[in-house]
């Protein structure tokens, strides 16, 4: 996880009362972000024009589309659950944003025990020392925000990831055996007495690369493709700029 969305979550977890809750406990006792880190590892869409400052010229109506005028992608329901994970994406790109996006809404991003399992069912053997690395900015997470580096979610706490677009491209030309799946999110924490997270984490970014191979899509981190990642203008559900660099929101099937 990156220093700016370390910040964040210590930011947000300090605003719940999560350190103080840490403090009382004697240390006994956690908006990627899988996977942040160095430049390899998911990061920031690249700054983009506000709506305002990329109206579309008149009379195209492709310039003029943007994503939440677009029809959303309807994600593939999973067939299955396990390890933490839904299960049961089809092959084509569809099935691998699928992938991502439960993937995201599903990481334990504050359980190490939790993500090490998650991890280990969903991370490429190819993608050598990548699970224990996203382990340990796990729990270096949890140390940042006044928890033991290792531990489940804090009592009383409950978190949830919401995708809203993704931007989905081929690593492999048109074989599409390997791609990189960005997604913009939001993450609200509430507490148990259902109170609202009064400044959650809202427009993150992050991304993924996911191969496929053995029958599901798995996330690698192997240098070759690393070095084809690229940068997407930032997302505005109301900008033509995003629309035409390829973001689309997305829906969970009914």
Known sequence: MSDGK???ARLTLAGLGILVIGALAGGGVTAAAMLGGDDHRPGTAAPASTAAESASPS???QTAMTPDKARKLVLEKPTGQKDGLSTGFSKGPV??????????EEYAFLDDQKARQQLK???SPDAGGYVDEQVSEVRRLREEVGLPPSGGTPAGIT????????RATSLTGTEGKVVQIWMNYDRYATTAGGGPDDEPLK????DLL???????????????????R????????????????GWQQVRHAD
């Open 230 to 245: 690229s940068f997407p203008r930032a997302y505005f559900p109301d900008s033509n700029v995003s629309w035409s660099d």
């Open 121 to 123: 069912a969903i991370v």
């Open 95 to 104: 099935g691998a944003i699928s992938t991502a996006v439960h993937f995201w």
């Open 6 to 8: 370390t910040r964040r």
């Open 159 to 166: 978190f949830s990831t919401t995708v809203n677009a993704v």
């Open 210 to 228: 996911l191969k496929w191979q053995d029958g599901a899509w798995k996330i690698t981190d192997e240098s070759e493709y690393r070095e084809k």
């Open 59 to 61: 009379g195209s109506r």
């Open 203 to 206: 427009d993150e970014d992050t």
